[in-house]
């Protein structure tokens, strides 16, 4: 790859349909953008209109003549998720890319989605998980094959996948929620990769990472609910994120490049090519063994399909 890619290497995307959630602001919308610049029709997908509407009206700002939309969908919830997968269906028969981005980091107290899931899990892992399982038909329509791009984070590195407590109902930390769900970002994407060649999947699956970026998720959390050590936790990582980390339009790049670039590869994972992958040019990250534990993506996969009631398999 170019050693300082930019959107603008990426081909014409005309006459292609991307989805992107989580896209009303941040990485989100940055890689939305990225998208509508090189000409996709793009639906930006949150759980908030009044937001949605925003992000739409700033994008046809930044992007004139942009084919853009907002859809309502809430990745916090499979009602939802099956709802609009359903009436995007009745839309279309294929979409050509599907960004998994929306998510959420390092609530302090434990929170449960609407399906009794922990918030983090839920949110970051279980529903990219039954959205991803719902539009595969959609992902599979096209010619050249859909692309699913995952979201993961440096987080993933040190997560571990605790089966025997995967909802944190015994033991909760902030922290240890978010990265168990980011490596099983992480492990989404390579099975969704392995599944796809197993079974013939006209697919292609790709994770990124934007290494430390400057986004609402990551600097936005410091309230008096927490605890001093916590609040004093928040305090420096955001300050580390502030001098060692990159803007919102630098982290989406490895996304950005995961979801347009001809040279990103099946199975392959994304993230900035700096000192600890916090910053700089796309290059290929680091994948962690445990992402790699064929055990360990296996164990997961049934859980999320018994525990969404969605099949990827």
């Known amino acids: 790859m170019s050693r300082h890619w930019t959107v603008k290497q990426a081909p014409r995307m005309d006459g292609r349909l991307a989805l992107v959630t989580g896209a009303t602001g941040g990485l989100g919308y940055q890689t939305a953008l990225g998208l509508a610049q090189r000409g996709a029709r793009v639906m930006l997908a949150g759980r908030n209109p009044d937001k949605g509407l925003a992000a739409l009206t700033r994008l046809q700002q930044d992007a004139p003549g942009a084919n853009a939309s907002f859809r309502l969908l809430d990745v916090a919830s499979l009602e939802s998720i099956a709802t609009f997968a359903r009436d995007l269906a009745d839309e279309t028969d294929t979409l050509d890319v599907l960004v998994n981005n929306a998510g959420v980091m390092g609530t302090p ?110 600097t936005s959390r410091l309230n008096n609910d927490q605890g001093l050590h916590e609040r004093m936790t928040r305090f420096g990582a955001v300050w580390a994120f502030r001098l060692m980390g990159q803007s919102a339009i630098d982290g989406a790049l490895p996304i950005e490049f995961a979801a347009m670039a001809p040279e990103a590869r099946d199975g392959g994972y ?18 962690p063994p445990a992402a790699r534990d064929l055990t360990i993506a296996r164990r997961l996969w049934q859980a999320a399909q018994r525990l969404t009631g969605t099949s990827l398999s």
Not at 131 to 155: E, I, Q, W, Y
Request: charged share 20%; aromatic share 10%; proline share 5%.
């Open 109 to 218: 107290h434990r929170l449960e989605t609407r399906d009794g899931f922990e918030l983090q899990f839920g949110t970051n892992f279980l529903g990219p998980f039954a959205l991803t399982a719902r539009l595969r038909p959609l992902l599979c329509a096209p010619r050249h094959g859909g692309r699913v791009v995952t979201v993961a984070s440096l987080a993933a590195l040190t997560g571990q996948i605790v089966f025997d407590d995967l909802q944190g109902r015994r033991r909760y930390a902030p922290f240890r929620a978010y990265r168990q769900s980011k490596l099983a970002d992480l492990i989404l994407a390579l099975e969704l990769d392995r599944q796809a060649r197993t079974h013939g999947w006209n697919l292609h699956s790709i994770a990124a990472h934007p290494g430390w970026s400057m986004t609402d998720i990551a």
């Open 270 to 287: 994304y993230g900035p090519g700096g000192w600890g992958e916090r910053r700089g040019p796309v290059t290929e990250a680091f994948v």
